[in-house]
T-cell receptor, first 111, second 114 residues
Framework: GNSVTQMEGPVTLSEEAFLTINCTYT??????LFWYVQYPGEGLQLLLK?????DKGSNKGFEATYRKETTSFHLEKGSVQVSDSAVYFC??????????FGTGTRLQVFP | DTAVSQTPKYLVTQMGNDKSIKCEQN?????MYWYKQDSKKFLKIMFS???????INETVPNRFSPKSPDKAHLNLHINSLELGDSAVYFC?????????????FGPGTRLLVL
């Protein structure tokens, strides 16, 4: 079945450091790919998405490119801020609107 | 102007009790969902409804019964609560329930079963 694998956390960075959170997926066809973010005590909100191969999603300085050849959708940001501290979820949906989530990666950014 | 709202925010109850969680969205969306997030933050879909019709039912115990009185509301009733039901329950909605659409999540209901 379809699945999403994310790197284990927590990821701990200093402010202004470069961020990469790895995400790979398994799917039979051409899924849509998402990154959702969950700030402490809140629900999830969409960070970015890509719906076909080679698409790049971007928002708030974060980027991820849909790579079909490596079945990956890694999240990157050039310079993180303390306010980026949150749990990041990679997810996919294929054929239906059923979102399949990865296990989440906690990011902690220190000043 | 909360887009997806849930009540209550916190729910502490004893094993064996019956409880309900309510969800409302004011986005005019056709599709609504319930997700369960366990203590390790793992998120899994439970149900989805499109225009009051059940679409997804992810092998959830039949103690859980969703009810959608209209397309803006999706409530979750849980009978005979068990310790393992302790989790955060999130409601979400999307425009038409298509795979590429953004889902909008509520703030969550933190359920603790003692």
């Amino acid at each position: 079945g379809n699945s999403v694998t994310q790197m284990e956390g927590p990821v701990t960075l200093s402010e202004e450091a470069f961020l990469t959170i790895n995400c790979t997926y398994t799917a039979t066809g051409y899924p849509s790919l998402f990154w959702y973010v969950q700030y402490p005590g809140e629900g999830l909100q969409l960070l970015l998405k890509a719906t076909k191969a080679d698409d790049k999603g971007s928002n708030k300085g974060f980027e991820a490119t849909y790579r079909k050849e490596t079945t990956s959708f890694h999240l990157e940001k050039g310079s993180v801020q303390v306010s980026d501290s949150a749990v990041y979820f990679c997810a996919l949906s294929e054929f239906t609107d059923k979102l399949i989530f990865g296990t989440g990666t906690r990011l902690q950014v220190f000043p | 102007d909360t887009a997806v709202s849930q009540t209550p925010k916190y729910l502490v109850t004893q094993m064996g009790n019956d409880k309900s969680i309510k969800c409302e969205q004011n986005l005019g969306h056709d599709t609504m969902y319930w997700y369960k997030q366990d203590s390790k933050k793992f998120l899994k879909i439970m149900f989805s409804y499109n225009n009051k019709e059940l679409i997804i039912n992810e092998t959830v115990p039949n103690r859980f019964s969703p009810k959608s009185p209209d397309k803006a509301h999706l409530n979750l009733h849980i009978n005979s609560l068990e310790l393992g039901d302790s989790a955060v329950y999130f409601c979400a909605s999307s425009q038409e329930g298509r795979g590429w659409e953004t889902q909008y999540f509520g703030p969550g209901t933190r359920l603790l079963v003692l």
